[in-house]
């Protein structure tokens, strides 16, 4: 669910008509509501209700300062992946103690940020991370506190450029060299082997999947425990799915997911951190578009917004589906026709979609791109100097822009021409 509902026929965030938001910001936008992220949040805290537990938002999905507080003030803790974001998360008032941090490529420089400035843990990836952390660690007269991450070589069953729990895929180590690698760090004085970390894939649309890995998990702490290691956290990951398609059907819900999660491993007294993300932030978002042009092609209609892919690239990287809506509500009983929907920047693969059917639109009307909440401005660039596009937090009747629109100038200003030129 989310709160993005027309009302009078308008296309409201919450309380909040578009068009009023759009004629204050101009188009394109990116536009979040505050109640489905807290909404989200509390699903997901919920389903693990009786578990020692911590819920920890993966930043990578949307990283603004002010979605970082909405969660930071609901008592999440942070999924970080770089040195980037772990300053973000500090700068949110997230404790160190409820940042995890991630990732295969940790340098020296963010471990040495990462200990300094306060962390949960590292989810260790590799041997070599493994080495390098000790010698931070013992660098600052310190002891990290490390899960080590195993690939449990399940098929996630989802698109191939999101899955990572293949024997093929570059993250964790093989869970069947754990026993080896587990033993090597318990040796390391630097570090403190406080459990077991796995992830499979992002945007899962079953639990099967999960169940499979997390069973592995289970030997594997029972293993681990008998060969005299204290295993007494357990990170699962995230990754569960959101219905980017209204017609298909939904990915299982927290609760289910939770249920399975006590199911597999709720006799394993191990305190449970998950790492959702997309789920949280995904559905809490939409993209505002303006029409610039219809345009009649020779077997088809092209309805050229003044989005792009460098605002949005989930399409034109992994084929992905959003729904496309009118702002303003179609008549019933309106007929409809197909457009590809397309964006100004000199590429083909600047397509959000083909031959989808809307009611006739003309150049001026706003359409929405939902569930854009995720995945959609972290990733966006400035290709075609194109400036980035702000983002808007709506809560309840009040919104406000929490990253602006560059100007052209604060975008070519960035570079610098050397006096020798």
Request: proline share 5%.
């Amino acid at each position: 669910m989310d709160y993005f509902l027309y009302q009078i026929g308008i296309l409201h965030a919450e309380d909040v008509a578009i068009p009023e938001i759009a004629a204050q910001v101009g188009t394109p936008f990116y536009l979040y509501s505050a109640a489905t992220l807290r909404r989200h949040f509390r699903l997901f805290d919920e389903a693990l209700e009786g578990m020692d537990h911590l819920v920890c938002y993966a930043m990578k999905a949307n990283s603004n300062q002010a979605v970082l507080k909405l969660m930071a003030d609901m008592g999440a803790g942070m999924d970080v992946v770089s040195g980037g974001e772990y300053a973000r998360a500090k700068a949110a008032g997230v404790p160190g103690e409820r940042i995890v941090f991630s990732g295969v490529g940790k340098t020296r420089q963010e471990m040495h940020m990462a200990l300094s400035g306060g962390i949960r843990q590292f989810n260790v990836e590799s041997e070599p991370e493994m080495i390098a952390l000790n010698e931070v660690a013992l660098s600052l007269d310190m002891v990290a506190p490390i899960t080590i991450r195993v690939n449990p070589d399940v098929d996630a069953k989802t698109h191939a450029k999101i899955a990572t729990g293949k024997s093929e895929n570059k993250f964790g180590i093989p869970i069947s060299r754990a026993s080896t690698v587990y033993a090597q760090a318990a040796a390391m004085k630097g570090l403190d082997v406080i459990g077991i970390d796995v992830h499979i894939g992002s945007q899962l649309t079953q639990l099967e999947p999960y169940r499979a890995a997390y069973e592995k998990v289970a030997d594997l702490t029972k293993q681990l425990r008998a060969e005299g290691h204290n295993i007494r956290r357990l990170d699962l990951g995230g990754g569960l799915g959101i219905p980017y398609e209204r017609s298909n059907d939904a990915p299982p819900l927290p609760m289910e997911y939770g249920q399975m999660v006590k199911e597999v491993l709720g006799d394993l007294d191990c305190e449970i951190e998950i790492e959702p993300g997309r789920l949280i932030a995904g559905n809490a978002g939409i993209l505002v578009a303006e029409v610039i042009y219809v345009k009649q092609g020779e077997d088809r209609q092209f309805l050229i917004v003044d989005a792009a892919m460098n605002d949005l690239i989930r399409p034109a990287m992994y084929e992905a589906h959003h729904d496309i809506l009118p702002v303003v509500e179609a008549e019933a009983g309106m007929e409809q026709s197909p457009y590809d929907i397309v964006g100004p920047v000199c590429e083909s693969g600047d397509t959000f979609a083909k031959q989808r059917n809307l009611t006739p639109q003309q150049a001026g009307d706003l359409v929405a791109f939902r569930s854009a909440g995720a995945y959609g401005a972290v990733m966006a660039s400035e290709y075609n100097s194109r400036p980035m596009i702000p983002e808007v937090l709506v809560d309840g009747h009040q919104f406000a822009v929490i990253r602006p629109r560059p100007t052209l100038e604060d975008m070519i200003n960035r570079d610098t021409i050397p006096e020798w030129l």
